[in-house]
């Protein structure tokens, strides 16, 4: 029976017109739509310009012998090229508008467009840092409210403003327990810092100027608390754990831990980049946490993808606000806002380590995460996690038959669902199946990380995808792995079907080659 009147190919069909598509060749390079786009050296050429310009005026340089001795060496393209070009490019992005992210909220989940039109309100958007504080009431306002909205969430009394991404958030949370110690006259010098952390937390603690030490995980993928008790003692300063942890698992003993932490005279921090899993749910404060960051851009509305921008601010406990860095906002009796800084803050805020930043900044981030907030309420908050946890879970139980989900008999895990290679044909690896993806039309997930899991695959859907969505994702997901498992070769060498294929990414990483040179040149650089 023909393709045409049963409307679909058969299986066998698919696989005979994906052979003959493989072995096709065109004219130009291209495949449809998919276009072998070159370098825009190799498309231009110096001696031509896309616009027409005077000569310039026979005048006295004032460059003081900095002035150009021969014409650069960049590509000229008419203005159609130069649009073509760019734009082209920009189809080859993989983003939230073309399909589900499996790598998570970080932040790779479709946030509503009313988000976008608020941070660019006038009067939030064209303000400047110096502006007299009587004319930026209302994005002192916005500011003062959101942290109100960060403090009611989390159960925690204080919170700075001023943390510019996560890892600065960590920083400014280890710098306050430090200053709190200090305080106190108690010159602690250890961090413990447990295996399902993430790791920028034994990086910031060093940085800090702190010794590291592991805590391992059980057999669960937690924290081993006989461990971190039997390690306490008064040289530790603080525990630095993640929760949920990077296994994507909650921390049922994290009441108990800190409890054992405060009683050796210590400080908890909690690295919040996965509270997305538990907002409206769990309020870290009632946990016993010190110091938590918050990555706005993860759980509250702001595309982090290319690394940036960022914020990440951080809560503190009773025991750490006195300690929390300036600049911060407060509301009078009269209702005016106002900026704490050095100048007033011994009347508020007389043992404040100082400063992260030079100004608070992110409005952007702040607009667009109190809309957030707003639009949802917080019985929708709830519901974003309730949600993201339900899709995790739905991900881990309909794969632990075909992938080895080392953690999914611990229980339920909470944003993301963890896998392993184990069990893969032919010397394959997570890297050939994660290239494998791409050839099923998806951007590969999180590789190799969690370091607890050999050949780790890390699946966060979020709360913002469809059950229809996520089966279909499931089910590329599931091909490929049986493929893995099976020693399919072909994987080696995916994908097949991107705009470039499989590059050398060891050389890639230790031998980039960053500035275009001529062909022959370019060859020798290669080598």
């Given amino acids: 029976m023909s393709m045409l009147s049963e409307g679909r190919p058969t299986k066998q069909e698919e696989n005979l017109m994906k052979s003959a598509d493989a072995d096709a060749t065109t004219f130009t390079g291209n495949r449809a739509l998919i276009v072998d786009e070159p370098l825009i050296f190799e498309t231009g050429s110096p001696d031509r310009s896309g616009v027409d310009l005077p000569p310039a005026p026979d005048v006295e340089c004032r460059l003081g012998g900095l002035d150009r001795r021969a014409p650069m060496a960049i590509p000229g393209l008419s203005e159609a090229e130069m649009v073509r070009h760019y734009t082209r490019l920009s189809r080859q992005n993989y983003a939230i508008d073309v399909g589900l992210f499996p790598l998570g909220s970080c932040t790779m989940k479709h946030n509503p467009r009313l988000n976008e039109k608020m941070a660019r309100l006038k009067g939030f958007a064209d303000i400047h840092p110096l502006q007299p504080m009587e004319s930026v009431q209302g994005a002192l306002e916005l500011v003062y409210e959101l942290a109100n909205w960060l403090k009611t969430l989390t159960g925690m009394p204080a919170v700075a403003m001023s943390p510019k991404a996560g890892a600065h958030g960590e920083l400014c949370g280890v710098l306050a327990i430090r200053s709190a110690l200090e305080a106190r006259g108690d010159a602690r010098e250890v961090i413990l810092v447990p295996e399902s952390a993430h790791g920028t937390n034994p990086a910031t603690a060093a940085f800090a100027g702190y010794k590291v030490e592991d805590i391992p995980a059980n057999a669960d993928g937690r924290v081993d608390l006989e461990a971190l008790k039997a390690r306490l003692g008064p040289d530790v300063a603080g525990v630095m754990i993640t929760n949920p942890n990077t296994c994507g698992l909650f921390e049922p003993d994290m009441k108990a831990i800190s409890d054992a932490v ?86 508020h805020h007389g043992s404040s380590f100082g400063r992260m930043v030079a100004f608070h900044g992110q409005m952007g981030m702040f607009s667009r995460a109190l809309t957030y907030m707003l639009s949802h309420g917080a019985d929708g908050l709830k519901q974003v996690s309730e949600d993201a946890v339900l899709n995790a879970n739905y991900i881990l139980r309909s794969l632990e038959d075909i992938l080895d989900a080392p953690f999914a008999k611990s229980g339920p895990c909470m944003h993301e669902a963890l896998f392993s290679d184990k069990g893969f044909g032919n010397g394959l690896t997570t890297l050939d199946l994660a290239k494998g993806m791409i050839d099923e039309g998806y951007h590969p997930m999180t590789m190799y990380f969690p370091l ?76």
């Fill in 262 to 347: 405060h009683a050796a005279g210590a400080l908890v921090y909690c690295d919040g980049a996965n509270f997305n899993a538990i907002v409206g749910r769990v309020r870290p404060g009632d946990l016993g946490v010190d110091a938590m960051h918050i990555n706005l851009h993860k759980t509250f509305s702001t595309p982090h993808g290319g690394g940036g921008p960022g914020s990440g601010p951080v809560v503190f406990s009773e025991a750490l606000a006195p300690y929390a860095p300036l600049p911060f906002v407060e509301k009078n009796d009269n209702g005016h806002y106002y900026i704490v800084e050095e100048e007033t803050a011994e009347d």
């Fill in 452 to 527: 607890v899991v050999h050949g780790a695959m890390l699946v966060e859907p979020t709360e913002t995808e469809s059950k229809a969505a996520i089966d279909q994702f499931i089910g590329a997901f599931r091909s490929v792995a049986e493929r893995a498992k099976a020693g399919d070769e072909l994987l080696k060498t995916a994908p097949h079907f991107a705009p470039r294929r499989r590059l050398d990414e060891t050389q890639a990483a230790r031998k980039p080659i960053l500035v275009w040179t001529e062909p022959e040149e370019f060859a020798e650089a290669a080598e």
